[in-house]
């Protein structure tokens, strides 16, 4: 017995350094498939083992625990081959939720079989607080799907909603605490109350949160994701759930504070205040006018450049464009320009949305850069091509204190000489905020489907020859 526990916790050891591998890996574009694969090794190692464990000899049932690892497994291999790259942000938040709700139901079933005579208040604690932070995930990652997904408004405002809220977490948090001091004797009730008001809190938190906020949100229900693992991991005495899960949520914290930064909002401003809209202020008027451009003047402006920056947005996503710019990347290219892609760290619905977007469709790692790396040299381009992308080129996060992105760092487009947006109409961006770069003297407006005006700017390269 002795030798069998030794060798499954030496097991876990190792799926913990592939986990941490992975995600060493995840870190950089070029070695991100790498990280999946060894992550993934990672948890195979971590799963067979665990069915060895002398704790599970007698106590479940082998065909139901095979039976439901098949079925989810064959769901996600088939889901994750069919999903569209557009649709990404809404599996992501989809799967996460799935983390959130598998701890919460662990934390259950848990608190549902403690025994008064053995059960720990620390343990019991543990318990009641990853259960109410996988159930907040969990909740809250739905209502994310379906904004993502289109199903739901973008955000849901009604009169005392954040007191609605404080209330309905101050009594979850209060029934938590009584089954956390129960000794393990748990009534049902009380705990089935518990997960009703802490799944109503994920969704009621979540509603009034707008889409512009999206990446910030699903990289903070993954960190929550994460740490109710941890803390299921802790209940369990299971070293590969506790290191897994403080891997996840680690990482999660920090991509949160990044996407946070990117936008220049507090956490709580992202949580408890509405983004975009009314500024509540007296903005900074629109001056000048929209300037239309035809695509064979566009592409003759680019054919004859010496740099390009392409600024790529969720609109490029919509349209399923990026296979068509690379194309064009392609023509340009030859042609000896000098090609380079801007990210902005929020730009789409996920974190990374545009770099996947740009990997699927082949462009190279090395001319893609982040906003510190090519920042300064929007001054020295002769066109910069926004497309599909908003908020992240609004000049007035620089000029104008009374906008809601005031002080958010955004891509100096507005810095090219020449400046061309291809959009399909003229409406403001998800945030709801005029674009003051549309109208500035040195942009011209491309107007159409992302793909299309791509082809049209390669049809009218092909012809200069």
Same mark, same amino acid.
């Given at each position: ?45 971590? !799963?067979? #083992?665990? &069915? ?7 106590? $479940?049932?082998?065909?139901?625990? *095979? %039976?439901?690892? =098949? ?82 408004? !973008?955000? #849901?405002? &009604? ?7 404080? $209330?309905?977490?101050?009594?979850? *948090? %209060?029934?938590? =605490? ?288």
């Amino acid at each position: 017995m002795d030798l069998l526990m030794t060798v499954i916790n030496v097991a876990y050891f190792v799926a913990a350094i592939l986990f941490i591998v992975g995600l060493k890996q995840m870190s950089s574009p070029t070695t991100a498939r790498r990280g999946i694969i060894w992550a993934g090794i990672g948890m195979v190692l971590a !799963t067979v #083992v665990t &069915f060895a464990h002398p704790e599970l000899k007698g106590t $479940v049932n082998y065909l139901l625990i *095979v %039976l439901g690892i =098949a079925i989810g497994g064959g769901v996600a291999w088939w889901s994750g081959r069919r999903v569209a790259m557009t649709d990404m942000p809404q599996m992501i938040a989809l799967y996460n939720g799935m983390g959130g709700g598998a701890a919460a139901g662990i934390g259950a079933i848990y608190l549902l079989q403690a025994d008064p005579e053995t059960s720990s208040d620390v343990i019991l604690a543990i318990a009641v607080l990853g259960s109410l932070i996988g159930s907040v995930a969990f909740s809250g990652s739905m209502v994310a799907f379906a904004k993502l997904q289109g199903l739901m408004n !973008t955000t #849901v405002h &009604f009169p005392g909603q954040q007191w609605l809220n404080l $209330v309905l977490f101050a009594v979850t *948090v %209060l029934l938590g =605490a009584s089954l956390a001091l129960s000794g393990g004797d748990v009534n049902g009730g009380v705990l089935l109350v518990f997960f009703v008001l802490a799944l109503a809190f994920g969704v009621l938190m979540t509603l009034p949160i707008g889409g512009a906020d999206m990446p910030v949100v699903i990289s903070l229900y993954n960190a929550l994701t994460g740490l109710a693992v941890g803390f299921k991991g802790l209940v369990l005495d299971n070293p590969a759930l506790m290191i897994a899960g403080i891997v996840v949520g680690a990482a999660g914290t920090l991509l949160t504070q990044l996407m946070a930064k990117a936008m220049n909002r507090k956490i709580s401003n992202v949580l408890f205040k509405q983004f975009g809209g009314s500024s509540g202020g007296d903005a900074e008027s629109v001056t000048g006018s929209l300037k239309p451009i035809e695509a064979s003047d566009a592409g003759i402006m680019m054919a004859f450049a010496n740099k390009v920056i392409i600024v790529p947005g969720y609109g490029m996503a919509v349209a399923q464009a990026q296979h068509k710019i690379w194309e064009l990347t392609q023509l340009l290219i030859q042609r000896d320009v000098a090609v380079k892609f801007a990210i902005h760290p929020v730009a789409g619905r996920m974190p990374g949305h545009m770099n996947v977007l740009l990997a699927e469709a082949g462009v190279p790692y090395d001319i893609i850069y982040d906003l510190d790396e090519i920042n300064n040299e929007f001054k020295t381009a002769d066109v910069a091509i926004v497309i599909g992308a908003n908020d992240v080129v609004n000049p007035v996060a620089r000029t104008d204190p009374d906008s809601p992105i005031y002080g958010m760092p955004i891509l100096n487009a507005d810095q090219a000489k020449n400046v061309i947006v291809i959009k399909r109409g003229q409406g403001a961006g998800f945030s709801g905020i005029e674009n003051h770069l549309f109208y500035a003297d040195n942009t011209r407006m491309l107007y159409g489907d992302g793909q299309k005006a791509a082809s049209g700017l390669i049809a009218a390269i092909k012809e200069i020859g």
